[in-house]
């Protein structure tokens, strides 16, 4: 079993929709959570951090956590095409040293 | 503010060669460290981190070592590369539990 899942798409979405992105993971005793957004060709750039259940928000950005589902998700609103990259999910582990990646969902959005 | 700088951008080594990637953080003391490699459509891989001068955790058994001679100093190498050693590798900082800053990254092949 993968410790971060991600379905790799692509996700296609029309401009201005919502975009949602999944993430599941198997450390029960994770703590803190990311999304990271990676242009091709570029280094992934954080975006969000989340570290309770429930939601957090931020701009178009609103990331949700369910520890006792070991879920996260990332909803993106009023998608624009310059939000086209691939998200990463990563979840830190129990020791609080190493975070570990998920392998990315592709998103395109169609204007 | 904190930055991280990594170099070179782009390398092309020969199956063999010696290799030496570098990274150094300003801004910021005693972070921790981690070189990551992210092989063409896939995610990333964690393998080496540090919490200390002189401290390396290895995740993955290879022919890679790192080594980290000042506080915001982390170096990669390998005495003989290998044609899977091929990939865009990525140093990072960041504090305990919180998300990574990358380093603007190396493509690596070798031929």
């Known amino acids: 079993q993968k410790e971060v899942e991600q379905n790799s798409g692509p996700l296609s979405v029309p401009e201005g929709a919502i975009a949602s992105l999944n993430c599941t993971y198997s450390d029960r005793g994770s703590q803190s959570f990311f999304w990271y957004r990676q242009y091709s060709g570029k280094s992934p750039e954080l975006i969000m951090s989340i570290y309770s259940n429930g939601d957090k928000e931020d701009g178009r950005f609103t990331a949700q956590l369910n520890k006792a589902s070991q879920y996260v998700s990332l909803l993106i609103r009023d998608s624009q095409p310059s939000d086209s990259a691939t998200y990463l999910c990563?979840?830190?582990?129990?020791?609080?040293?190493?975070?570990?990646f998920g392998a990315g969902t592709r998103l395109f959005v169609k204007a | 503010s904190q930055t991280i700088h990594q170099w070179p951008a782009t390398l092309v080594q020969p199956v063999g060669s010696p290799l030496s990637l570098e990274c150094t953080v300003e801004g910021t003391s005693n972070p921790n460290l981690y070189w990551y490699r992210q092989a063409a459509g896939r995610g990333l891989q964690l393998l080496f981190y540090?919490?200390?001068?002189?401290?390396i955790s290895s995740e993955v058994p290879q022919n890679l070592s790192a080594s980290r001679p000042q506080d915001r100093q982390f170096i990669l190498s390998s005495k003989k590369l290998l044609l899977s050693d091929s990939g865009f590798y990525l140093c990072a900082w960041s504090e305990i539990l919180e998300g990574y800053t990358f380093g603007s990254g190396t493509r690596l092949t070798v031929v």
């Open positions: 540090s919490v200390g001068i002189g401290q």
């Open positions: 990563a979840v830190t582990n129990t020791g609080g040293f190493k975070t570990i």
